[in-house]
C-alpha cells in the first residue's frame, strides 16, 4: 500500500534529566489544530503535562526530549531551536503520529 515506518536508533541507555534539563519544557504548547492548551511544569522532580485543571499526566523519560506519557498520549517529544531552545511539543500514539503544538509561552 505504499506505506513505510522508518525506525531510528537514539540510546542504549534511558535518559535520566536533571531538575534542570526539565525546567526546559515548562511553558504553554497550544494547537490550534485541536483548540487545546497543555501546560508543561516540573512537579517534584517530574514533568507534568496538565489541560485544564482535569487533567493531569506526568510523563516518564524515554530517551532525550522524549517521554512516555499515559492516558492515551502515547509519546511526547520537544524540537529545539538552532540555539537549543524549546519550539515546540509533539505527540504520537497508535492512531495519531505527529500532533505539533508550538511553544506560547514559559508556564505560569
Known sequence: DGDTVAYVFVSRTAWNPTAQELAAFEGRYR?????ATWVARVEEGRLVLRLRSAVRRELT????DAFSA????????FTRDSGGRVTAM?????RLWDLE????????
Open 31 to 35: 494547537s490550534g489544530e485541536t483548540n
Open 61 to 64: 523519560p524515554v530517551y532525550r
Open 70 to 77: 499515559p492516558g492515551g498520549l502515547g509519546t511526547v517529544w
Open 90 to 94: 509533539h505527540m504520537g500514539s497508535a
Open 101 to 108: 503544538l508550538p511553544r506560547e509561552a514559559p508556564a505560569r
